[in-house]
């Protein structure tokens, strides 16, 4: 049972990574859909999303012919709204929360036309923001991920100066290089990110790694303010037997090969076993899938009821026919010649509820083995603990902590996932709007 | 099952529902369709002189994502050669004896032409004339057409000369460009026309195309007043309708009601409101001639619903329900309820109630879903909020009446009742 790359034909490849929500192809599907919406008041879907983007308005700019307007009403909330029309979860955001749900009908598809007026944007190259004359003042970001760019581009269009160190060669964070190959292409990314650049003032150092080629103290010293946003780092450790076997691999890491170097690059497994049941999780199931392993089985502690995804991406890791194992732990990684071959799981029972609620899970004696040549490890990321205890910033256990923005450190800022430890795009583009509002209050106070 | 046949000015056909005089009765090809289709009759597209039509003729009003719902045309009366048209109405007329077919006609303002025409039209043997009264461009240039509704003393000329020569039923169409119909139509009504028809189209510009800034229709980099028909229409005809159903002289008369007719509801409000039978034409050409289908299914379930058997027991049955505002019931008073049940939390009702109306209706806030509810005391019962509601029967409006006793705005001064406490 080797673990192979080159399975699919390269067609194969095209069909499998190929777009998952497909835009509306007509301006008239697109009027139709806009049309049906109710222009509610103090509306439900703006407050179920983070960024508050005012969907009622976007929405009606559509059908009055004004997509201009209406990328600009997006964008003015969320500076990645091309961006998250594809990488959301609308049904736990906006459209889980539009009212059509209350009468038994389809939710207005709010993403799919919020993509129609932002790509309309992006593809024209619209010039929708222009940005204050520069006020002298320079702030530092770290990492060009969706906090960081967000940040940015508030700060930017205010005629601050900005610097984003990014250790990568490309921006876009995770978008670029961690979420699903078939939600954002890397020719999508570039373009986001070359649109949000596109305002000017913001200058982008790329292969800057914070640590490595440059300190916190140059930045304080050289900037009158700086915004972290360097995210969280690889996948949590199991801590079990077999962990350094070959053929254990790390989801971060699997998933930042899929999408760079080229789907017929990435070796996987005939029979994978994926652990955790977050995004990444069934991102690195379903992907695995789709690079043509046999068979690729989720593996659980709890039930579908505790699961941290949502019910519409456990209905893609179905569809592409991945098997789901509930209420199983991994105990121990049995190899054979140096490779993985078995993967030993306790079989687990819901305990009582802890602190946030959630039923704990509690091993029992029984345990189930599944013959695997391949496990990947999706329970979590591992924050920078070592970079944050390193530079004396105020943590939780390598999460940074915050005070409206602020960090211990007096000028320094953070958001994003290096803070939560990891939500969604639309969370670390809001908090990039609050870091640079943060900032510029800040310099009013200075 | 309901009888739904009709008989006007003793012209029967087997349902109410007739296509009015334009494009869709202007050839033989087309009123076979139509026949064919089930359509109880037709009114052949108006002849007259000869004509030339210009290219293009048409232009709509969409709202909300729906196509159509104003129509406008510039087009002119009938520009096919007379004796072509004669000779397919007598042909249509051998293939459907059973339906009605009504000739429209707008013929120079003197009493030769108009006698000249009404010869040759009878010797079809159509059923009845229909006059030409309203058309709103082109014609009217000429002193024909809307030219000759507009002035009552003209219509009145006109329809005498035509009464001198008809042997057969005479319809007169009447023109909404006026302040009111009752004068012409009591015009044509003493001068002896058997009926009265309406409406023919307003005049309008629908709309500017904002890259070329020329107005639709487009004829060159021009354009002119069309005449607007379809569903945006039909308040306005119902109203002209009422007055002429109301009028002491124009009521003497059938009338057959015109004027954004798209469904067999819009049908049976005419006929409440006095209407003998009625015409369609741009829900016709915007769907073709099945639309026909339902019209009359539906007619029919809702008279045997209702208990009615015939046309006839139901016609004209609302006319005396509008009234002088002097008479309407000041003591009536009802008030919005929401029923939360059913409320999908869109904040519609609240948003044009607080904006626009008279703040009486309660926001509670909650994440994402808000409450709404009615504040009793303050709401004047205008019915804004029921009207914007996207579910059916969520709000309804609850009878409170301020007193049992009829009062009206006349009594209520003189009993020096209370003015507006709001
Ligand atoms: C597999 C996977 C799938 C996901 N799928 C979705 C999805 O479908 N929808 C969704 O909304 N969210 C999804 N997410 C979550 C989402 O990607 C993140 O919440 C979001 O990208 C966080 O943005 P950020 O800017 O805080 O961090 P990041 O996107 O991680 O950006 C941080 C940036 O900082 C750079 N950086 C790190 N360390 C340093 C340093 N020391 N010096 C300089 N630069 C540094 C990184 O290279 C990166 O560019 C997914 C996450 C993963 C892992
Ligand atoms: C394209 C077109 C041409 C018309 N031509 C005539 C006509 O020749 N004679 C006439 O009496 N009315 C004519 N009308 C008016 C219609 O007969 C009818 O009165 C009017 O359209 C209102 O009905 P509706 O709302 O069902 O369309 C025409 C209307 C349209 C749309
Ligand atoms: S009926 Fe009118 S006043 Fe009363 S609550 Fe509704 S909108 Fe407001």
Same mark, same amino acid.
């Given at each position: 049972?080797?673990?192979?790359?080159?399975?699919?034909?390269?067609?194969?490849?095209?069909?499998?990574?190929?777009?998952?929500?497909?835009?509306?192809?007509?301006?008239?599907?697109?009027?139709?859909?806009?049309?049906?919406?109710?222009?509610?008041?103090?509306?439900?879907?703006?407050?179920?999303?983070?960024?508050?983007?005012?969907?009622?308005?976007?929405?009606?700019?559509?059908?009055?012919?004004?997509?201009?307007?209406?990328?600009?009403? @997006?964008?003015?909330?969320?500076?990645?709204?091309?961006?998250?029309?594809?990488?959301?979860?609308?049904?736990?955001?906006?459209?889980?929360?539009?009212?059509?749900?209350?009468?038994?009908?389809?939710?207005?598809?709010?993403?799919?036309?919020?993509?129609?007026?932002?790509?309309?944007?992006?593809?024209?190259?619209?010039?929708?923001?222009?940005?204050?004359? *520069?006020? &002298?003042?320079?702030?530092?970001?770290?990492?060009?991920?969706?906090?960081?760019?967000?940040?940015?581009?508030?700060?930017?269009?205010?005629?601050?100066?900005?610097?984003?160190?990014?250790?990568?060669?490309?921006?876009?964070?995770?978008?670029?290089?961690?979420?699903?190959? /078939?939600?954002?292409?890397?020719?999508?990314?570039?373009?986001?990110?070359?649109?949000?650049? #596109?305002?000017?003032?913001?200058?982008?150092? /790329?292969?800057?790694?914070?640590?490595?080629?440059?300190?916190?103290?140059?930045?304080?010293?050289? /900037?009158?303010?700086?915004?972290?946003?360097? &995210?969280?780092?690889?996948?949590?450790?199991?801590?079990?037997?077999?962990?350094?076997?070959?053929?254990?691999?790390?989801?971060?890491?699997?998933?930042?090969?899929?999408?760079?170097?080229?789907?017929?690059?990435?070796?996987?497994?005939?029979?994978?076993?994926?652990?955790?049941?977050?995004?990444?999780?069934?991102?690195?199931?379903?992907?695995?899938?789709?690079?043509?392993?046999?068979?690729?089985?989720?593996?659980?502690?709890?039930?579908?009821?505790?699961?941290?995804?949502?019910?519409?991406?456990?209905?893609?890791?179905?569809?592409?026919?991945?098997? @789901?194992?509930?209420?199983?732990?991994?105990?121990?990684?049995? &190899?054979?010649?140096?490779?993985?071959?078995?993967?030993?799981?306790?079989?687990?029972?819901?305990?009582?509820?802890?602190?946030?609620?959630?039923? *704990?899970?509690?091993?029992?004696?029984?345990?189930?083995?599944?013959?695997?040549?391949?496990?990947?490890?999706?329970? &979590?990321? @591992?924050?920078?603990?070592?970079?944050?205890?390193?530079?004396?910033?105020?943590?939780?256990?390598?999460?940074?902590?915050?005070?409206?923005?602020?960090?211990?450190?007096?000028?320094?800022?953070?958001?994003?996932?290096?803070?939560?430890?990891?939500?969604?795009?639309?969370?670390?583009? %809001?908090?990039?709007?609050?870091?640079?509002?943060?900032?510029?209050?800040?310099?009013?106070?200075? | 099952?309901?009888?739904?046949?009709?008989?006007?000015?003793?012209?029967?056909?087997?349902?109410?529902?007739?296509?009015?005089?334009?494009?869709?009765?202007?050839?033989?090809?087309?009123?076979?369709?139509?026949?064919?289709?089930?359509?109880?009759?037709?009114?052949?597209?108006?002849?007259?002189? %000869?004509?030339?039509?210009?290219?293009?003729? /048409?232009?709509?009003?969409?709202?909300?994502?729906?196509?159509?719902?104003?129509?406008?045309?510039?087009?002119?009366?009938?520009?096919?050669?007379?004796?072509?048209?004669?000779?397919?109405?007598?042909?249509?007329?051998?293939?459907?004896?059973?339906?009605?077919?009504?000739? #429209?006609?707008?013929?120079?303002?003197?009493?030769?032409?108009?006698?000249?025409?009404?010869?040759?039209?009878?010797?079809?043997?159509?059923?009845?004339?229909?006059?030409?009264?309203?058309?709103?461009?082109?014609?009217?240039?000429?002193?024909?057409?809307?030219?000759?509704? %507009?002035?009552?003393?003209?219509?009145?000329?006109?329809?005498?000369?035509?009464?001198?020569?008809?042997?057969?039923?005479?319809?007169?169409?009447?023109?909404?460009?006026?302040?009111?119909?009752?004068?012409?139509?009591?015009?044509?009504?003493?001068?002896?026309?058997?009926?009265?028809?309406?409406?023919?189209?307003?005049? #309008?510009?629908?709309? @500017?195309?904002?890259?070329?800034?020329?107005?639709?229709?487009?004829?060159?980099?021009?354009?002119?007043?069309?005449?607007?028909?379809?569903?945006?229409?039909?308040?306005?005809?119902?109203?002209?309708?009422?007055?002429?159903?109301?009028?002491?002289?124009?009521?003497?008369?059938?009338?057959?009601?015109?004027?954004?007719?798209?469904?067999?509801?819009?049908?049976?409000?005419?006929?409440?409101?006095?209407?003998?039978?009625?015409?369609?034409?741009?829900?016709?050409?915007?769907?073709?001639?099945?639309?026909?289908?339902?019209?009359?299914?539906?007619?029919?379930?809702?008279?045997?619903?209702?208990?009615?058997?015939?046309?006839?027991?139901?016609?004209?049955?609302?006319?005396?329900?509008?009234?002088?505002?002097?008479?309407?019931?000041?003591?009536?008073?009802?008030?919005?309820?929401?029923?939360?049940?059913?409320?999908?939390?869109?904040?519609?009702?609240?948003?044009?109630?607080?904006?626009?109306?008279?703040?009486?209706?309660?926001?509670?806030?909650?994440?994402?879903?808000?409450?709404?509810?009615?504040?009793?005391?303050?709401?004047?019962?205008?019915?804004?909020?029921?009207?914007?509601?996207?579910?059916?029967?969520?709000?309804?409006?609850?009878?409170?009446?301020?007193?049992?006793?009829?009062?009206?705005?006349?009594?209520?001064?003189?009993?020096?009742?209370?003015?507006?406490?709001?």
């Amino acid at each position: 049972m080797p673990i192979e790359n080159n399975r699919l034909t390269s067609d194969q490849y095209q069909e499998n990574f190929s777009d998952i929500h497909p835009p509306f192809e007509t301006k008239e599907a697109a009027l139709t859909e806009a049309n049906r919406c109710l222009f509610c008041y103090d509306a439900p879907c703006m407050k179920s999303c983070p960024t508050s983007i005012n969907v009622p308005k976007f929405i009606k700019q559509i059908t009055t012919d004004n997509v201009k307007g209406s990328a600009h009403t @997006i964008f003015e909330s969320n500076i990645l709204g091309a961006g998250c029309s594809r990488v959301c979860p609308v049904e736990k955001l906006c459209e889980g929360a539009c009212v059509y749900n209350l009468m038994d009908e389809t939710p207005i598809h709010i993403a799919k036309l919020q993509r129609y007026s932002t790509e309309m944007a992006l593809e024209k190259k619209w010039p929708l923001f222009i940005r204050k004359p *520069s006020n &002298g003042k320079k702030v530092a970001i770290v990492g060009a991920g969706p906090a960081g760019l967000s940040c940015a581009h508030v700060l930017s269009r205010e005629g601050i100066d900005v610097t984003v160190y990014e250790k990568e060669s490309k921006g876009g964070g995770l978008m670029t290089y961690g979420i699903a190959a /078939y939600k954002v292409t890397p020719a999508f990314c570039e373009e986001e990110v070359n649109y949000i650049l #596109s305002i000017g003032g913001i200058e982008i150092k /790329y292969n800057h790694e914070l640590g490595k080629n440059i300190t916190l103290e140059e930045l304080q010293k050289n /900037y009158d303010a700086v915004y972290l946003g360097f &995210g969280v780092g690889v996948a949590r450790q199991l801590n079990i037997p077999g962990e350094e076997l070959e053929g254990v691999v790390d989801a971060i890491s699997f998933i930042y090969d899929v999408r760079t170097k080229g789907y017929e690059n990435v070796p996987v497994g005939d029979k994978v076993a994926v652990i955790g049941m977050g995004m990444t999780a069934i991102d690195a199931a379903t992907q695995a899938r789709r690079l043509g392993a046999k068979e690729v089985t989720l593996v659980y502690r709890r039930t579908q009821e505790e699961m941290p995804c949502t019910e519409a991406e456990l209905d893609i890791a179905m569809l592409d026919e991945c098997k @789901i194992i509930w209420l199983a732990a991994p105990k121990e990684v049995i &190899g054979g010649g140096g490779k993985v071959v078995k993967l030993v799981c306790s079989v687990m029972k819901l305990g009582e509820p802890d602190a946030s609620g959630r039923r *704990s899970p509690v091993e029992t004696d029984e345990t189930l083995t599944l013959d695997v040549d391949m496990v990947i490890k999706a329970a &979590g990321q @591992i924050p920078f603990t070592e970079l944050v205890n390193k530079n004396s910033i105020e943590n939780a256990n390598g999460k940074i902590k915050i005070n409206n923005t602020a960090t211990n450190i007096k000028g320094v800022f953070a958001g994003g996932d290096c803070v939560n430890g990891g939500r969604e795009v639309v969370d670390a583009v %809001q908090a990039g709007k609050d870091g640079a509002f943060e900032i510029l209050k800040y310099f009013e106070e200075l | 099952m309901a009888d739904i046949t009709s008989n006007f000015l003793g012209i029967k056909s087997p349902n109410p529902f007739w296509l009015a005089s334009a494009p869709p009765t202007d050839k033989k090809i087309n009123v076979l369709r139509a026949f064919e289709a089930g359509w109880g009759g037709v009114v052949w597209k108006t002849l007259g002189s %000869q004509v030339k039509n210009v290219s293009s003729r /048409y232009s709509a009003v969409d709202y909300h994502g729906s196509r159509v719902m104003g129509f406008n045309n510039i087009e002119l009366i009938s520009d096919r050669p007379l004796d072509i048209n004669l000779k397919e109405i007598v042909e249509v007329l051998k293939l459907f004896p059973d339906r009605a077919m009504v000739v #429209s006609l707008m013929a120079d303002n003197d009493r030769k032409s108009w006698h000249d025409i009404i010869a040759k039209v009878e010797d079809t043997g159509a059923h009845g004339l229909e006059l030409n009264f309203g058309c709103p461009h082109g014609m009217t240039e000429r002193g024909m057409g809307a030219a000759v509704g %507009q002035d009552p003393e003209i219509a009145r000329m006109v329809v005498e000369w035509v009464m001198e020569k008809a042997t057969i039923p005479v319809i007169t169409k009447l023109t909404p460009n006026v302040h009111s119909v009752v004068p012409t139509g009591k015009a044509a009504v003493e001068a002896g026309t058997s009926a009265l028809s309406l409406i023919n189209t307003i005049q #309008s510009v629908t709309g @500017i195309n904002l890259d070329t800034l020329v107005p639709n229709p487009y004829v060159a980099g021009k354009s002119v007043f069309g005449g607007y028909c379809g569903p945006a229409v039909k308040p306005i005809a119902l109203k002209f309708l009422t007055t002429i159903a109301q009028d002491a002289t124009t009521s003497k008369v059938p009338v057959s009601g015109i004027g954004g007719i798209s469904t067999w509801k819009d049908a049976v409000e005419f006929m409440l409101l006095g209407a003998s039978n009625v015409q369609v034409c741009t829900a016709a050409m915007k769907h073709g001639f099945r639309i026909v289908e339902d019209m009359c299914e539906g007619l029919n379930n809702w008279m045997d619903e209702k208990g009615f058997k015939t046309l006839d027991d139901f016609i004209g049955k609302s006319v005396n329900k509008i009234v002088h505002w002097e008479d309407l019931d000041i003591n009536y008073h009802h008030i919005a309820q929401i029923d939360q049940t059913k409320c999908i939390h869109c904040g519609l009702c609240y948003i044009a109630c607080e904006d626009t109306s008279h703040q009486s209706i309660n926001l509670d806030f909650g994440k994402p879903y808000n409450t709404y509810t009615i504040k009793d005391e303050e709401c004047v019962g205008c019915n804004l909020c029921e009207l914007v509601c996207p579910v059916e029967n969520c709000i309804t409006m609850v009878e409170h009446r301020v007193a049992p006793e009829y009062v009206n705005w006349i009594d209520y001064q003189k009993l020096g009742l209370p003015l507006n406490d709001h």
